[in-house]
Protein backbone atom coordinates (compact mmCIF):
# COMPACT_ATOMS: atom_id res chain seq x y z
CA UNK A 1 0.00 0.00 0.00
CA UNK A 2 1.16 3.47 -1.11
CA UNK A 3 1.47 5.99 0.97
CA UNK A 4 2.07 9.86 1.13
CA UNK A 5 2.24 11.99 4.26
CA UNK A 6 3.33 15.85 4.50
CA UNK A 7 4.21 17.69 7.02
CA UNK A 8 5.44 21.67 7.05
CA UNK A 9 5.34 24.71 9.06
CA UNK A 10 1.31 25.06 9.42
CA UNK A 11 1.80 29.47 9.87
CA UNK A 12 4.12 31.50 8.37
CA UNK A 13 5.03 35.09 7.96
CA UNK A 14 5.39 36.75 4.39
CA UNK A 15 8.84 37.00 2.95
CA UNK A 16 9.92 33.85 4.67
CA UNK A 17 10.92 29.92 3.06
CA UNK A 18 8.18 27.63 2.79
CA UNK A 19 9.95 24.27 3.82
CA UNK A 20 7.02 20.89 2.93
CA UNK A 21 8.38 17.38 3.23
CA UNK A 22 6.61 14.30 2.03
CA UNK A 23 7.65 10.83 3.35
CA UNK A 24 6.54 8.35 1.13
CA UNK A 25 5.36 4.52 2.37
CA UNK A 26 5.21 1.58 -0.24
CA UNK A 27 7.10 2.80 -2.80
CA UNK A 28 10.81 3.84 -3.99
CA UNK A 29 11.12 7.08 -4.43
CA UNK A 30 14.47 6.17 -6.26
CA UNK A 31 12.45 3.51 -8.84
CA UNK A 32 10.98 4.82 -12.07
CA UNK A 33 8.05 7.34 -10.98
CA UNK A 34 7.73 10.84 -11.19
CA UNK A 35 6.53 12.63 -7.88
CA UNK A 36 4.49 16.10 -7.82
CA UNK A 37 3.26 18.55 -5.69
CA UNK A 38 0.27 19.96 -5.66
CA UNK A 39 -1.48 23.15 -3.62
CA UNK A 40 -5.05 24.49 -3.42
CA UNK A 41 -5.53 27.73 -2.57
CA UNK A 42 -8.75 28.66 -0.04
CA UNK A 43 -12.14 28.61 -2.60
CA UNK A 44 -9.60 27.83 -5.19
CA UNK A 45 -9.07 25.21 -7.91
CA UNK A 46 -5.73 22.93 -7.65
CA UNK A 47 -2.79 24.11 -8.89
CA UNK A 48 0.49 21.38 -10.26
CA UNK A 49 3.67 22.86 -8.67
CA UNK A 50 5.83 20.42 -10.22
CA UNK A 51 7.56 17.19 -10.56
CA UNK A 52 10.33 15.28 -10.16
CA UNK A 53 11.88 11.80 -11.42
CA UNK A 54 15.20 10.61 -9.67
CA UNK A 55 16.76 10.27 -13.13
CA UNK A 56 14.94 12.12 -15.39
CA UNK A 57 14.84 15.48 -13.90
CA UNK A 58 12.53 17.83 -12.91
CA UNK A 59 10.37 20.53 -14.05
CA UNK A 60 8.21 23.31 -12.58
CA UNK A 61 4.69 25.62 -12.92
CA UNK A 62 6.34 28.67 -14.66
CA UNK A 63 4.63 31.31 -12.21
CA UNK A 64 6.42 29.57 -9.25
CA UNK A 65 9.62 28.65 -10.84
CA UNK A 66 11.50 31.88 -9.70
CA UNK A 67 11.15 30.78 -5.88
CA UNK A 68 10.75 27.23 -6.22
CA UNK A 69 12.67 23.58 -5.56
CA UNK A 70 11.93 20.13 -5.44
CA UNK A 71 13.90 17.53 -4.44
CA UNK A 72 14.43 13.97 -3.51
CA UNK A 73 15.11 13.03 0.05
CA UNK A 74 16.33 9.22 -1.38
CA UNK A 75 17.97 8.67 2.25
CA UNK A 76 14.24 9.10 3.54
CA UNK A 77 12.47 8.00 0.90
CA UNK A 78 10.50 11.21 0.08
CA UNK A 79 10.38 14.53 -1.48
CA UNK A 80 11.07 18.24 -0.26
CA UNK A 81 9.39 21.91 -1.65
CA UNK A 82 11.04 24.95 -0.71
CA UNK A 83 8.94 27.93 -1.96
CA UNK A 84 10.86 31.43 -1.16
CA UNK A 85 9.66 34.76 -0.41
CA UNK A 86 6.05 33.63 0.36
CA UNK A 87 3.42 35.90 0.75
CA UNK A 88 -0.71 35.52 1.39
CA UNK A 89 -0.96 33.94 -2.18
CA UNK A 90 0.93 31.21 -0.58
CA UNK A 91 -1.54 30.02 1.43
CA UNK A 92 -2.88 26.62 0.45
CA UNK A 93 -3.36 23.29 1.45
CA UNK A 94 -0.38 21.66 -0.09
CA UNK A 95 -0.13 17.84 -1.52
CA UNK A 96 2.36 15.64 -2.28
CA UNK A 97 1.27 12.82 -5.40
CA UNK A 98 2.63 9.75 -6.98
CA UNK A 99 2.16 9.83 -11.08
CA UNK A 100 0.89 6.92 -12.34
CA UNK A 101 3.25 4.60 -14.12
CA UNK A 102 2.56 5.08 -18.07
CA UNK A 103 -0.18 7.38 -17.86
CA UNK A 104 -0.05 11.13 -17.18
CA UNK A 105 -1.88 11.58 -13.90
CA UNK A 106 -1.59 10.60 -10.22
CA UNK A 107 -2.46 7.45 -8.93
CA UNK A 108 -1.70 7.95 -4.70
CA UNK A 109 -2.24 11.27 -2.81
CA UNK A 110 -1.28 12.63 0.78
CA UNK A 111 -3.52 13.96 2.88
CA UNK A 112 -2.35 17.24 2.53
CA UNK A 113 -1.08 20.08 4.55
CA UNK A 114 -2.09 23.52 5.40
CA UNK A 115 -0.21 25.98 4.83
CA UNK A 116 -1.04 29.83 6.15
CA UNK A 117 0.69 32.75 5.38
CA UNK A 118 0.07 35.82 7.89
CA UNK A 119 1.59 38.50 9.52
CA UNK B 1 -2.71 28.53 -18.02
CA UNK B 2 -6.06 29.00 -16.73
CA UNK B 3 -8.04 26.42 -15.06
CA UNK B 4 -10.05 23.69 -16.59
CA UNK B 5 -14.39 25.16 -15.80
CA UNK B 6 -15.95 22.70 -14.10
CA UNK B 7 -19.98 23.43 -12.81
CA UNK B 8 -19.41 24.66 -9.24
CA UNK B 9 -22.09 22.11 -8.16
CA UNK B 10 -24.64 18.60 -9.41
CA UNK B 11 -26.74 17.31 -7.30
CA UNK B 12 -29.36 13.98 -7.57
CA UNK B 13 -31.13 11.55 -5.81
CA UNK B 14 -29.91 8.02 -5.28
CA UNK B 15 -29.93 6.05 -7.83
CA UNK B 16 -30.04 8.68 -10.78
CA UNK B 17 -27.28 9.09 -13.05
CA UNK B 18 -25.15 12.75 -12.87
CA UNK B 19 -22.85 14.09 -15.83
CA UNK B 20 -19.89 16.84 -14.32
CA UNK B 21 -18.30 18.69 -17.61
CA UNK B 22 -15.02 19.84 -17.27
CA UNK B 23 -13.98 22.34 -20.28
CA UNK B 24 -10.77 23.41 -21.27
CA UNK B 25 -9.43 25.33 -24.37
CA UNK B 26 -7.43 23.65 -27.24
CA UNK B 27 -4.02 24.00 -25.19
CA UNK B 28 -5.29 22.36 -22.29
CA UNK B 29 -6.27 19.31 -24.21
CA UNK B 30 -3.10 18.89 -26.17
CA UNK B 31 -3.00 15.79 -24.61
CA UNK B 32 -5.57 14.56 -25.84
CA UNK B 33 -6.52 11.14 -23.86
CA UNK B 34 -4.58 12.77 -20.67
CA UNK B 35 -8.03 13.65 -19.20
CA UNK B 36 -8.39 12.17 -15.18
CA UNK B 37 -11.19 12.82 -12.75
CA UNK B 38 -10.75 12.35 -8.98
CA UNK B 39 -12.68 11.90 -5.96
CA UNK B 40 -12.32 14.36 -3.09
CA UNK B 41 -13.57 14.05 0.81
CA UNK B 42 -12.71 16.09 2.75
CA UNK B 43 -9.45 15.39 4.94
CA UNK B 44 -8.68 12.52 2.87
CA UNK B 45 -6.52 12.23 -0.21
CA UNK B 46 -7.96 12.61 -3.61
CA UNK B 47 -8.69 9.35 -5.42
CA UNK B 48 -7.90 8.73 -8.52
CA UNK B 49 -11.16 7.40 -10.59
CA UNK B 50 -10.94 8.24 -14.17
CA UNK B 51 -7.80 8.15 -16.31
CA UNK B 52 -6.87 8.67 -19.81
CA UNK B 53 -10.34 9.76 -20.43
CA UNK B 54 -12.45 6.51 -20.03
CA UNK B 55 -10.01 4.18 -17.97
CA UNK B 56 -11.27 3.21 -14.46
CA UNK B 57 -8.24 2.02 -12.05
CA UNK B 58 -8.49 -1.63 -10.50
CA UNK B 59 -10.99 -1.52 -7.48
CA UNK B 60 -12.94 1.53 -9.08
CA UNK B 61 -16.85 1.08 -9.60
CA UNK B 62 -17.81 1.13 -12.58
CA UNK B 63 -20.70 2.93 -11.64
CA UNK B 64 -18.20 5.88 -12.75
CA UNK B 65 -16.94 6.71 -16.52
CA UNK B 66 -15.44 9.37 -18.80
CA UNK B 67 -15.74 10.94 -22.09
CA UNK B 68 -14.64 13.69 -23.92
CA UNK B 69 -15.80 15.68 -27.12
CA UNK B 70 -13.57 18.30 -28.17
CA UNK B 71 -12.30 20.58 -25.43
CA UNK B 72 -15.25 18.97 -22.92
CA UNK B 73 -14.21 15.90 -21.05
CA UNK B 74 -17.44 14.78 -19.06
CA UNK B 75 -17.58 12.07 -15.98
CA UNK B 76 -20.88 10.08 -15.29
CA UNK B 77 -21.51 9.16 -12.21
CA UNK B 78 -24.65 6.06 -12.41
CA UNK B 79 -26.96 4.67 -9.79
CA UNK B 80 -25.72 7.22 -7.38
CA UNK B 81 -25.12 6.36 -3.97
CA UNK B 82 -25.08 8.52 -0.72
CA UNK B 83 -20.96 7.81 -0.16
CA UNK B 84 -20.43 9.57 -3.76
CA UNK B 85 -21.62 12.61 -2.15
CA UNK B 86 -18.11 14.38 -2.45
CA UNK B 87 -16.00 16.89 -4.71
CA UNK B 88 -14.77 16.10 -7.93
CA UNK B 89 -12.12 17.62 -9.94
CA UNK B 90 -10.42 17.31 -13.42
CA UNK B 91 -7.20 17.57 -14.76
CA UNK B 92 -5.38 17.32 -18.26
CA UNK B 93 -1.78 16.52 -18.92
CA UNK B 94 -1.27 19.96 -21.61
CA UNK B 95 1.65 18.06 -23.02
CA UNK B 96 3.43 21.29 -25.10
CA UNK B 97 2.70 23.58 -22.77
CA UNK B 98 3.51 24.52 -19.37
CA UNK B 99 2.37 24.12 -16.47
CA UNK B 100 2.18 20.42 -17.40
CA UNK B 101 -0.86 19.84 -15.62
CA UNK B 102 -3.87 22.10 -15.11
CA UNK B 103 -6.70 20.96 -12.92
CA UNK B 104 -10.56 21.70 -12.81
CA UNK B 105 -11.98 24.25 -10.55
CA UNK B 106 -14.13 21.35 -9.11
CA UNK B 107 -17.56 20.50 -8.83
CA UNK B 108 -19.14 19.35 -5.45
CA UNK B 109 -21.35 16.79 -5.80
CA UNK B 110 -24.72 16.45 -3.38
CA UNK B 111 -26.73 13.62 -2.69
CA UNK B 112 -30.17 14.19 -1.66
Known amino acids: QVQLQESGPGLMKPSETLSLSCAVS?????????WSWVRQSPGSGLEWIGEIHSRLGINYNPSLESRLTISLDKSQNGLSLRLSSVSAADTAVYYC????????????WGQGTLVIVSS | QSALTQSASVSGSPGQSITISCTGTNSDFVGYNSVSWFQHHPGNPPKLIIF???NRPSGVSNRFSGSKSGNTASLTISGLQLEDEAEYFC????????????FGTGTKVTVL
Open chain 1, 97 to 108: ARHMTGVNSFDY
Open chain 2, 91 to 102: SSYTSISTPLYV
Open chain 1, 26 to 34: GASVRSNWW
Open chain 2, 52 to 54: DVT
